[in-house]
């Protein structure tokens, strides 16, 4: 069973920085797609960004120019660059991978999730 192992999470004023990270077990390679998702209170679980194996970065609108998906294959781990955090970016945020071909449209299109990890931004 693959493990997905979110951490970095924390509050941070308006106008701060985090960097999520998201540990695998399993060589993150075998991914095809990797990506974060985020669920802030009564809302719906959002896309905030993805990464194919061949490099290919998408960002949602909200994000875009803020944050950031590199990964390091050599440490099997993902992580997302968050930069000019505001408050409506408060949300729980969660690592996702899909092992399959195939350009996911949804949170079901991920076969594996991690528990996620809390971002607060408040001043």
């Known amino acids: 069973q693959v493990q997905l192992v979110e951490s970095g999470g924390g509050l941070v004023q308006p106008g701060g920085s985090l960097r999520l990270s998201c540990a695998a077990s399993r060589s993150i390679e075998s991914f095809a797609t990797m990506g974060w998702y985020r669920q802030a209170p009564g809302k719906e679980r959002e896309f905030v960004a993805r990464i194919a194996t061949a490099g290919i970065r998408m960002y949602a609108d909200s994000v875009k120019g803020r944050f950031t998906i590199p990964k390091d294959n050599a440490k099997n781990a993902l992580y997302l660059e968050m930069n000019s955090l505001a408050p409506e970016d408060t949300a729980v945020y969660y690592c996702?991978?899909?092992?399959?071909?195939?350009?996911?449209?949804?949170?079901?299109?991920?076969?594996?999730w991690g528990q996620g990890t809390q971002v607060t931004v408040s001043s």
């Open positions: 996702a991978a899909r092992p399959g071909l195939g350009v996911p449209t949804g949170t079901s299109d991920y076969n594996y």
